[in-house]
Structures are given as structure tokens and as C-alpha cells.
């Protein structure tokens, strides 16, 4: 599944702070605390926002609920890697691959575990899937995927070409998720930062643990 299936045109919003997000997705589930997909999600608001041990308790949570909740696998393995566990969090990738095969999104925590352990060419092994893919629905615009993934290995004339693209199509994930832990190695690049910027979005200043609104 690329970004293209997530509802996805780009919604700006110049006073976006993660406290409010955290706080609207703690509420939905305190709302609903028994359901798995609920506090899946609640899990992923916490580890985009940077916080690791919370998204990872919020995932083991909703998986004792449904062992088989893909965003909660998922959160789970990206949690673990976060915590300094990066070949569990890749057992656990694998693992989740099984059940759903080459989906995009899984192909893509694969990779990034794979950068965070240096191994490029596996990483490039993966990168090579989902541009296959991409070649064969184009309509799928998995340009965000791409992008984490060249930013990760360190190539950035294709991150580049990938983050353009996908900011051209107003693909939503390549703003939405800027300050994510996947996003680190282009937090401060010039080209991202310019394009923010244009766009009204906040940037992350090298002096600050917050995103600045410039």
C-alpha cells in the first residue's frame, strides 16, 4: 500500500504540535481501550512523536488483544529498533513479512532495519522490490517509501528525485512524517527544509527538540 491509500492530498497546518496529537489519539483509546487497532494507532502517534517505550508498551498491549494487528507488528519491530534491539526488531519484520508478503509498507520496515544495520546491499535488495512494484502500478506512488529508504542508505541524489516527486504529487506521508525517527538523516537537509518552508511546514532547528514554525 503506497501513501496514495491514505487518504491522501496534502493538508497544511502551521501550528501542528505532537502534544495535541498525543493528546487526541490518548483520548480515542481511553475511549476505546479494548480494541487492538485503536491502540495501534495510538502506538504509531507515539512513536512518530518520538517516544519509543510508550509506542512499544501500546503495541504489546493491542497484540495481546489481536496477535495478527499489522499496525501494531509493525510499531512493534520500528519501537524495538528505536530501543537499541535493531536484528529483534528485524526477526519480528520478517516475521510479520510472512503473513503479508511483499505489501510495500512491510518492505519498507525491512529495508530501514537493514540500513540501521549498515547492510546496504540487503537494504538495496529491498529498495529493488519496491520499485518494481512501483513500476508495475504506478498509480500506487510509493515515492515516501523510496525516500525513507535512499535517505537511510545515504543516497541522496535519489532521495532527492523520490522526495520531489512525491512532494509534486501532495502525497501527505512525506510531510506528515518528517519528524519521525526514519526521517533523521534528512531532518536538517537544505532542500527538505527549503520546501518546507515554502509550504508554511515546521523544520527542526539543530538547536532545538522541537520543530521550529518558520
Known amino acids: 500500500m503506497g501513501e496514495g491509500h491514505d ?7 502551521p501550528e501542528f504540535r ?3 496529537v498525543l493528546e487526541h489519539a490518548t483520548l480515542a483509546y481511553e475511549l476505546d481501550p479494548l480494541s487492538a487497532n485503536t491502540i495501534g494507532e495510538t502506538a504509531r502517534h507515539y512513536l512518530t512523536a518520538g517516544r519509543p517505550k510508550e509506542a512499544l508498551d501500546l503495541a504489546e498491549n493491542a ?3 489481536d496477535a495478527h494487528n499489522l499496525v501494531a507488528r509493525s510499531i512493534r519491530a520500528y519501537a524495538t529498533e528505536m530501543l537499541g534491539n535493531p536484528r529483534e526488531a528485524l526477526r519480528q ?3 510479520t513479512y510472512e503473513m503479508t508478503g511483499e505489501h510495500p509498507l512491510m518492505l519498507m520496515g525491512i529495508g530501514y532495519v537493514y540500513a540501521r544495520m549498515n547492510e546496504k546491499g540487503k537494504a538495496q535488495e529491498i529498495i529493488s522490490k519496491i520499485e518494481a512494484i512501483q513500476q508495475q502500478t504506478p498509480e500506487s ?3 515516501y517509501v523510496l525516500a525513507v529508504l535512499y ?3 545515504g543516497d541522496m541524489e535519489k532521495f532527492h528525485l523520490a522526495y520531489n516527486r512525491a512532494i509534486e504529487r501532495k502525497a501527505e506521508w512525506i510531510v506528515k512524517f518528517y519528524g519521525a525517527e526514519s526521517f533523521r538523516p534528512v531532518w536538517y537537509d537544505e532542500e527538505v527544509i527549503a520546501s518546507r518552508r515554502k509550504l508554511g511546514l515546521p523544520v527542526y532547528s539543530r538547536s532545538h527538540s522541537a520543530p521550529m514554525h518558520l
Open 7 to 13: 487518504g491522501g492530498r496534502l493538508r497544511i497546518d
Open 18 to 20: 505532537w502534544e495535541k
Open 63 to 65: 497484540l495481546s488483544l
Open 93 to 95: 519484520m520478517l516475521e
Open 141 to 143: 506512488h510509493l515515492d
Open 151 to 153: 535517505a537511510n542508505i
